[in-house]
């Protein structure tokens, strides 16, 4: 059984950084896909960052994060997901997910939709108040 271990939240004041990471207990393949999601009380997940391990940094990004994070492969069961100018609206539970192997056109980048993904952490709470 796979699991993933998200380290790294805490509270910051607007405008600060955190720096999450994503332990997985075994490798994380060529070909799988990492996801970061975040769930604000009363609102729906949603996933905000992926990157596409083996691919070079082939990364994509939710708007409302473009810009301010960054995902990164870390080495062979690590990714972290650096997290710049945290606004009062990035306060969330924030998740790493994983789906094995899969396979991508030259430039497609991973699915940030919730179903896609099949294996989760429990996540870490970020929160950002002034």
């Known amino acids: 059984q796979v699991q993933l271990v998200e380290s790294g939240g805490g509270s910051v004041q607007p405008g600060g950084s955190l720096r999450l990471s994503c332990v997985s207990s075994?490798?994380?393949?060529?070909?799988?896909?990492v996801a970061w999601f975040r769930q604000a009380p009363g609102k729906e997940r949603e996933g905000i960052a992926t990157?596409?391990?083996?691919?070079?940094?082939?990364t994509a990004y939710d708007n409302s994060v473009q810009g301010r994070f960054s995902l990164s492969e870390v080495n062979a069961n690590t990714v972290s997901l650096q997290m710049n100018n945290l606004k009062p609206e990035d306060t969330a539970m924030y998740y790493c997910?994983?789906?094995?192997?899969?396979?991508?056109?030259?430039?497609?980048?991973?699915?940030?939709?919730?179903?896609?993904?099949?294996?989760w952490g429990q996540g870490t709470q970020v929160t950002v108040s002034s």
């Open positions: 997910a994983v789906k094995k192997s899969v396979w991508l056109m030259y430039g497609v980048p991973c699915s940030l939709g919730r179903s896609d993904y099949t294996l």
């Open positions: 075994v490798y994380m393949d060529n070909r799988d896909c």
């Open positions: 990157i596409y391990i083996g691919s070079h940094g082939r």
